[in-house]
């Protein structure tokens, strides 16, 4: 019987003394994990941000040991809150940067060299194939698309790996989704995502390991499968793995500072659920209130006017997503009743974005564009909204108060979906605004 | 450890932000965050519980963000438990690992209405309703887990294990 990728991950990273490899080894074999498995595993990678690492920090000086497993190894990141919100914020970063100082972390990000901690990551060539990397974030998972085993744990957990570099995972079963058909225009990883998740529900995947594979997904940017292995937590899963591709490995080269190493799935691997999905027949989606399993063709939404419309996010902020706004956006206007907010993932994006010209195009539509962080996307700042008040946006999450007030509804929706909504004032499509 | 407490019931799928809204996260203090606890869908229960009582919840509980700052929020407003038909996985572990008791055992779940009194034997991984005087059994934590659980939480779990550790290495 074979192994998916997680498990042989995971196998790759067992400590030496862990009962599970010990007990192979005994035996002769080589280590080997099963789903259900506890095992404890070292771990190459980990993070916190701005609202995770105070705590872990804190937790960290409970420990007892005097600095963290490898300075090389331990990346904070300020990105929800900042640049400082309040003086709240300012202080959590303060304690942030003061650590990271102490510690000598060799990689330490600052407002103005940084961005949203799941852009910056991978673009940063900190994450490479083969990674067991852990965050305290939940959306750390979105490096699987790099075919690294990385998942989102507590500030406790985090304090333990910074200070031991070894973690406990319990070995997840494995989902396999295999997409399949030719994409319709205007569809990218966003509505895969939304529509897979809306299949299977926000619990489909609890614990478990999604493999997304299959001929439709050989053809999608690294862009687009960063924002379907975001959104695997949103399915409960603990992680979200893409094989590594010759795409991965152009994106990878010149980048990566560490060497990977691939992990394939084997042929007979044991999965607990194989779903097959045609993507042929898959529309713009947008997610309706208050979860996003609700899932449902942008066509099909119904007169839904917006006040807010967002693009950005770790989960749509990159330079392609960008892109698919501003031919959009371009020549034409940000409906009057509608602010449009427009956020770049990191620095390199905004920077890429202003000499492609995106930037541009945006201002004259009517949209604002911000400096790279979190903001709306947690109802942190940079577009809160009102009671009442409606947003269409790229993020992750539209689960009650996200955005904002409680009486407030957050509608997820890819990048071509949010901008034609922006310049129609209610959820539309591309082909209705270019019509 | 013996628990008795009225139950505060939720449906499926509470999220993090409904245990604690992200406005709030600009701290970390567990009496802060513990004000504003479940604060955007019942907004009378921060005032109303009482030290002791029990969350008792549908499937997916604290589904969404890693926030540590949820099961620190339910056990800074006095929860002493709480039990659900299923748990999203890092709410598990926060829980786990700060020391906040979790039960999963759907049919204590389903049975179980508003105000009615819990008592819960951890040890034994048994839930009685008071009302109906049915009990419920839940199965055991793994030895692991129950490790960290006796130890207090993963802190102690991991000092403990670290000086074992440099004492057989030296
Ligand atoms: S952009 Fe949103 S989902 Fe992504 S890390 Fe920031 S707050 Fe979390």
């Known amino acids: 019987m074979g192994h998916t990728m997680a498990e042989k991950i995971i196998a790759a990273h067992l400590l030496d003394d862990d009962e599970a490899a010990a007990s192979r080894s005994a035996q002769g074999g080589a280590p080997d994990v099963w789903p259900g498995d506890l095992v404890e595993v070292s771990v190459d990678l980990v993070l916190a941000n701005d609202i995770t690492a105070p705590i872990a920090i804190q937790e960290f000086a409970k ?68 990674d067991v990397i852990v965050g305290a974030d939940s959306h750390t998972c ?13 500030s406790t957990d985090i304090a333990v790996a910074m200070a031991t570099g070894h973690v406990w995972l319990r070995v997840p079963d494995t989902i396999r989704f295999v997409y399949s058909g030719q994409l319709q225009p205007w569809v990218g990883g966003k509505d895969l995502i ?33 924002t379907m292995a975001n959104m695997a937590i ?6 979200g793995l893409f094989a590594v591709d010759e795409t991965a490995q152009a994106y990878l080269a010149g980048r990566a500072t560490r060497p990977g190493q691939v992990y394939e799935a084997d042929e007979d691997a044991r999965y607990s659920e194989v779903v097959e999905i045609d993507v042929s027949a898959i529309e713009p989606q947008v997610a309706f209130p208050h979860l996003p399993e609700n899932a449902r063709p942008a066509s099909s939404a119904g007169d839904v006017q917006i006040d ?5 996010s770790c989960t749509n902020g990159r ?60 109802g942190g700042h940079m577009g809160v909204l009102a009671a009442g008040e409606r947003a269409i946006s790229t993020t992750n999450r539209n689960f009650r108060g996200r955005m904002g007030h409680p009486n407030s509804e957050v509608y997820l929706a890819g990048p071509a979906v949010a901008a034609a909504s922006a310049i129609a004032g209610h959820i539309s499509t591309p082909e209705a605004v270019l019509a | 450890m013996r628990i008795t407490g009225k139950v505060w019931k939720y449906g499926d799928n509470v999220d993090t932000d409904a245990i ?9 203090g567990a009496a802060e965050l513990a004000c504003h606890c479940m604060e955007d869908i019942d907004p009378g229960f921060v005032t109303a519980v009482q030290p002791g009582d029990v969350i008792v919840a549908g499937e997916n509980f604290g589904c969404g963000s890693s926030r540590e700052h949820a099961p620190v929020a339910i056990k800074a407003a006095g929860v002493a438990c709480v039990v659900a038909k299923s748990y999203a996985r890092i709410f598990y572990r926060n829980a786990i690992n700060i ?30 309703n008071g009302r109906t005087g049915r009990t419920y059994r839940t199965s055991p934590f793994p030895p692991f887990i129950m490790a960290v659980i006796e130890a207090g939480g993963l802190v102690p779990y991991t000092r403990k294990r670290m000086s074992a550790r440099s004492a057989g290495a030296g």
């Open chain 1, 194 to 226: 939304l529509y897979t998740i809306g299949r299977i529900g926000v619990g489909g995947a609890r614990y478990m390991s999604m493999e997304f594979s299959g001929p439709a997904v050989r053809d999608l940017s690294m862009a687009a499968r960063f």
């Open chain 1, 308 to 312: 807010q419309a967002v693009i950005g």
């Open chain 2, 99 to 128: 020391g906040l008791p979790i039960l999963e055992c759907p049919d204590a779940a389903d049975e179980t209405e508003a105000g009615d009194v819990l008592t819960i034997d951890l040890a034994a991984g048994a839930i009685t």
């Open chain 2, 20 to 28: 604690i809204p992200a406005r709030y996260l600009n701290m970390s």
């Open chain 1, 142 to 154: 979105t490096y699987g698309a790099l075919g690294a085993f990385a998942t989102g744990m507590g």
């Open chain 1, 319 to 378: 330079i392609e997503d960008l892109r698919v706004a501003a031919f959009l956006l371009g020549g034409r206007e940000v409906h009057p009743d509608v602010r449009c907010i427009i956020i770049p993932g990191t620095q390199q994006v905004y920077l890429d974005a202003l000499r492609e010209g995106l930037i541009e195009s945006f201002i004259e539509a009517g949209a604002v564009v911000s400096t790279p962080t979190c903001g709306p996307c947690l």
């Open chain 1, 234 to 239: 949103e399915a409960g899963g603990k992680a």
């Open chain 1, 63 to 130: 420990l007892g040991v005097g600095g963290v497993f490898d300075p090389g190894r331990v990346v904070l990141v300020p990105d929800h809150f900042t640049p400082n919100k309040d003086i709240k914020s300012a202080e959590q970063c303060r304690a942030m940067r003061q650590f990271a100082r102490a510690q000598e972390l060799t990689t330490q990000f600052e407002v103005g060299r940084a961005g949203i901690e799941h852009v910056l990551l991978p673009e940063r060539g900190l994450v490479v194939p083969g």
